[in-house]
């Protein structure tokens, strides 16, 4: 079977669409990730609070890759997720394009508390954590099907069209388009070494 006739095979159908669930599950989750870090962001201004990472955070960090690795994802995977997040919070902050009003941003964040802010963050990136989780479980079961019908795990046009896919999507929500394509450069290097791992066990 060839990549054409295999994208119309039924079970590959299936398997993709559930793939395509967790991501639109992944891209909304994500986007309420960015609100939060936009909140968390301005009461740190506000309170003179320094941006970077607090010592509560780097707990709750330790904590989160600990949870991925009981979820057999790749150790260094989850915490390279997060430091990209990280990365692009502090980049879109610093040139003012995380909050869209700051006038606004003052109303909606006057009462709150960063410990509640930092326990919201905490909980979306726990349900990112299985989502992803619950991803490569597919991930796995189309590698073991691909290998059962001796199909390469690379299909480069199908990439392609994921990726874009996705960075339209992430537009709509106001995610960064360069960040959700890292993101999903490395799941799919995460995914084309489970495929390879099936191939080589066989």
């Known amino acids: 079977m060839n990549s054409e006739k295999l994208a119309q095979d039924p079970l ?11 991501d639109v599950s992944f891209l909304h989750l994500l986007a ?8 968390i962001m301005h009461v ?7 941006l970077g990472q607090s010592e509560a955070r780097k707990e709750d960090m330790k904590n989160l890759i600990e949870m991925s690795v009981q979820l057999k994802l790749e150790k260094t995977f989850f915490k390279k997720i997060l430091d990209m997040v990280f990365q692009d919070a502090m980049e879109q902050f610093n040139s003012g394009k995380l909050v869209d009003s ?24 726990k349900s990112l954590c ?3 989780a619950e991803r490569f479980r597919i991930v796995k079961r189309i590698g073991e099907y691909k290998n059962s019908l001796k199909i390469p795990p690379l299909d480069p046009v199908r990439w392609k069209q994921v990726l874009e896919s996705k960075g339209k999507v992430a537009e709509s929500l106001g995610i960064s388009v360069s960040l959700i394509k890292d993101i999903y450069n490395s799941i799919h290097e995460v995914s084309l070494n489970i495929e390879h791992e099936i191939a080589e066990s066989h």
Not at 32 to 39: F, I, S, T
Not at 44 to 50: A, M
């Open 12 to 22: 590959m159908i299936d398997m993709r669409k559930s793939i395509d669930h967790y």
């Open 32 to 39: 309420e990730r960015v609100r939060v870090v936009g909140k």
């Open 44 to 50: 740190k201004q506000k309170q003179k609070i320094e």
């Open 102 to 125: 700051p006038e606004a941003m003052f109303e909606i964040c006057n009462n709150l508390k960063i410990e509640d802010l930092r326990n919201n963050l905490l909980n979306l990136d």
């Open 130 to 132: 299985l989502v992803l």
